[in-house]
């Protein structure tokens, strides 16, 4: 667990100092929740990220749709090609049901 946290954490760092964050970036959403879910939250710069993935609400009627909110949460995460699956799951599993 700590090699993959180490590896997250270099490349994570590694990316956030050569790329800049766009509106509804995957990659900027799993860097931002990864480190709320282990309890290091991401400060302001992690605000626009965090609302892109707390705004997929899939609803019905008015009622929001909580297992389609999930997947289409974890599409969007999945979307980040360099994103570990282990920190997707810790992601889904602490967020992936909540408003936010």
């Not at 909580?66 to 570990?84: G, Y």
Request: aromatic fraction near 10%; charge should be positive; charged fraction near 25%.
């Amino acid at each position: 667990m700590k090699k993959i946290c180490k590896s997250l954490i270099v490349i994570f760092t590694v990316s956030w100092l050569t790329a800049p964050v766009y509106a509804s970036d995957p990659c900027a959403s799993v860097l931002c929740l990864y480190g709320k879910a282990v309890g290091q939250g991401g400060g302001s710069e992690c605000r626009s990220a965090e609302k892109d993935f707390f705004n997929i609400l899939k609803k019905k009627k008015g009622s929001i749709r909580w297992s389609k909110t999930f997947d289409a949460r974890k599409a969007f995460l999945n979307q980040c090609s360099t994103a570990d699956p282990a920190a997707i799951s810790k992601i889904m599993s602490k967020f992936g049901k909540i408003k936010g």
